[in-house]
């Protein structure tokens, strides 16, 4: 494996129950270069080492890096049980409801669901950021056909109810940039519950309430300037090479 990831060292802080405190009272932001795609950064606090990374599928370098920590006894977030969890929908949303999160109904079929509906698939190589919206039957019957691999696979359906929608909102340490007070205690939630660094959460919405559909990877370049800077805090005192 490259062993090429930077290291971030910051000064020792207190993490009670692993919620990260608020970056801005405690590390200064420091102007650096775009956060580089592909990228690994590893951060140090209080002992724990937190990966952030854009993907942390099975297999890939990122889940890799963090079973090797584990392997050799350290402590590292988010641990590759909480990867897997997160990237399987229904167990994630398993996980997520008992950390008091309100989730969505999510059933499993094989070759039929309802609509209008969120579908995800359940193969080896789904993954829950290629989820699809439909409203239709038709439309459905291709989804279905395409992630189930003409129904080899089962798939996870999520029934939509009247008026309500499918919002993406990314976490960064468990804190969300301009979002009201249930979604930011849902962000701390969750990061407590799987210490994923730099994540997006799907969410069925509607009249001002949030069920949680799914948690996805997230792409640097996806982040608005805002979610940026507040991950550049995060990463702070760190070289972007």
């Given at each position: 494996m490259n062993d090429s990831h930077t290291e971030i060292s910051s000064t020792p802080e207190e993490i009670p129950d692993h919620r990260w405190p608020s970056p801005c009272e405690t590390v200064r932001l420091k102007k650096s270069p775009r956060l580089r795609s592909g990228a690994t950064y590893l951060v140090n606090r209080s002992g724990s080492l937190y990966v952030v990374s854009e993907n942390y599928s099975y297999k890939t370098e990122p889940y890799y890096l963090i079973l090797s920590r584990e392997l050799n006894r350290a402590q590292v977030y988010p641990d590759s049980r909480s990867v897997l969890d997160a990237s399987i929908v229904p167990v994630c949303l398993d996980r997520a409801s008992r950390s008091g999160i309100p989730v969505a109904d999510c059933f499993i079929y094989q070759s039929c669901g309802k609509v209008p509906a969120v579908l995800y698939g359940l193969n080896y190589f789904s993954c829950s950021s290629e989820y699809a919206v439909v409203q239709n039957m038709d439309s459905a019957k291709e989804v279905i056909r395409h992630i189930t691999n003409n129904g080899k696979y089962p798939f996870c359906c999520q029934q939509l109810r009247e008026g309500e929608e499918v919002v993406k909102i990314h976490a960064i340490f468990g804190r969300v940039h301009n979002y009201g007070e249930d979604l930011s205690h849902y962000a701390e939630l969750l990061f407590s519950e799987f210490h994923i660094p730099l994540v997006t959460m799907v969410w069925i919405h509607a009249d001002g309430q949030?069920?949680?559909?799914?948690?996805?990877?997230?792409?640097?370049?996806?982040?608005?300037?805002?979610?940026?800077?507040l991950l550049r805090i995060c990463l702070s005192d760190q070289e972007f090479l």
């Open positions: 949030y069920r949680l559909s799914s948690l996805t990877p997230t792409r640097y370049s996806a982040l608005s300037p805002d979610e940026k800077s």
